[in-house]
């Protein structure tokens, strides 16, 4: 049976222990300092699987704009379903009060489509019906539980320990035997159904958990080198920190700052960019980010690359200006040409890619140039490359060359945090738990 193995691989694995009510893997922890599915004979196990599955949603009909980052939690779901586990996942999407706070029943439906199984959604997190569709479960059965922020105090921010008494933790930790995190892209906020099972249940990396800790650990902290790190986006303010954090590594060989970012990080230096680009830097760049900015230049000026040049909005039109000629009204929207010839030679010098924030307003054609000539300079590229983040990624899946990409990340937040060298709750709640199961 897949996954299941023979005598050897059981042995790799390590053997199970009954102790207690629940069981803990003997021996072995085959992930960086957490168990993985490695570590269980989960056959007919009753497993608790927290996914992120937290989509875009369409403002007008509510409904999922795109389907990928459930497409990515497939793989854990599919194994556990495999190895006869009897398997309840759990999952929030948007925040209460949001307009994207939907029911999860569409994203059921997504993952019935991509296992080519039935996941039934139960409309119901800690009431009977859940209950009782967890108790009635058999073994390679699966069921999606109501979106987890449906709890009030899903999100309140405690440790481990605290959310373990919690009445979310208290309900559902009884009924399983094994609890596996793979929701990667929420692995940096410390929430009740992230890290309070692992205070109480032997508890698993997913599949997907495994390989984005692994892959964007060695790309952060070891890339092969020349290493070639492009921002873009608007949120200057959060991309500064990120390549402060990066421009001190020796590892790191170029960081391209494009989009508003790029502009902005000029601007902190004292470069005119128009006073209809102003006033929207001017919105997420606070005082201390100028400061950050000149430093940053003046300290590690010569692996930071800024635009030379700008994609600047004219009565709708495109139109090009070098920087020192930018008109002082300019809506500057993409970067320029002489910019994009600039940042694909340092694309094609590379070992190692990675991006993340759109270079320019990809979304109107006039302005998507930046951002279609350098993700295709980097698909065509020989680097391992990686893109993350919810915007980067659909402008990649637009201009059709997501599948290009070496490795595509669901995490947004989470990635800056592991960029950022920050511990991650979600992880160290699962090496605390290896300690104790
Ligand atoms: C995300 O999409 O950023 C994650 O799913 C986390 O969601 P949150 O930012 O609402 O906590
Ligand atoms: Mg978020």
């Not at 019935?112 to 009782?132: H, I, M, N």
């Not at 990396?205 to 892959?215: N, Q, S």
């Not at 020192?324 to 694909?344: H, M, N, Q, V």
């Not at 070992?351 to 300079?377: C, H, Q, R």
């Amino acid at each position: 049976m897949l996954g299941e193995g023979s005598e050897d691989s059981s042995c790799s694995r390590g053997a199970i222990a009954e102790e207690g009510r629940g069981w803990t893997a003997s021996k072995g922890i085959s992930g960086n300092g957490f168990h993985t599915l490695d570590d269980f004979d989960v056959r007919g196990r009753k497993v608790l699987l927290r996914i992120d599955i937290n989509s875009p949603v369409d403002e007008k009909t509510l409904r999922l704009v795109d389907g990928s980052k459930i497409r990515q939690s497939i793989a854990t779901v599919r194994e556990l379903m495999d190895r006869a586990a009897k398997t309840t996942l759990i999952a929030h999407q948007g925040r209460p009060g949001d307009y994207d706070y939907i029911p999860l029943n569409e994203h059921a439906a997504f993952m019935t489509q991509y296992l080519g199984r039935r996941v039934r959604y139960v409309d119901d997190l800690l009431g009977p019906q859940a209950l009782r569709a967890v108790d009635a479960l058999s073994e390679g059965e699966c069921i999606l539980l109501k979106n987890v922020r449906s709890y009030e105090g899903a999100q309140d921010k405690k440790t481990a320990e605290e959310h373990a008494s919690s009445e979310m933790v208290r309900t559902l930790a009884p009924r399983f035997d094994l609890f596996v995190n793979d929701a990667f892209g929420s692995s940096h906020r410390s929430h009740a159904s992230l890290v309070g099972f692992t205070y109480l249940l032997p508890s698993a990396a997913g599949r997907l958990m495994e390989r984005e800790v692994k892959t964007l650990t060695k790309v952060f902290q070891n890339p092969s080198r020349p290493s070639t790190f492009i921002f873009g986006g608007t949120k200057f303010g959060d991309a500064l920190a990120v390549i402060e954090k990066l421009a001190e590594r020796d590892s790191v060989d170029n960081i391209l700052v494009a989009g508003l970012a790029g502009y902005a990080f000029l601007w902190a230096n004292g470069v005119n960019i128009g006073s209809i680009t102003e006033k929207l830097v001017e919105k997420d760049a606070p005082q201390e980010a100028i400061a950050g900015a000149k430093r940053l230049l003046s300290r590690h000026g010569s692996k930071i690359h800024l635009p030379v040049d700008a994609g600047v909005d004219v009565e709708g039109k495109r139109m090009e200006f070098d920087i020192d000629r930018l008109p002082a009204d300019a809506s500057i929207k993409d970067i320029g040409t002489k910019t994009i010839e600039e940042f694909e030679e340092f694309i094609s010098e590379s070992k190692t890619i990675f991006l993340s924030g759109p270079p320019g307003v990809f979304e109107k054609e006039e302005f998507a140039k930046g951002t279609a000539s350098l993700f295709n300079a980097i698909v065509n590229s020989e680097a391992f490359s990686v893109i993350g983040g919810g915007h980067s990624s659909a402008a990649a899946v637009k201009f059709k060359v997501i599948d290009g990409f070496s490795y595509q990340s669901t995490g947004g937040g989470a990635l800056e945090r592991l960029m950022l060298g920050k511990s991650m709750p979600v992880v160290e709640a699962l090496k605390a738990s290896a300690k104790k199961f």
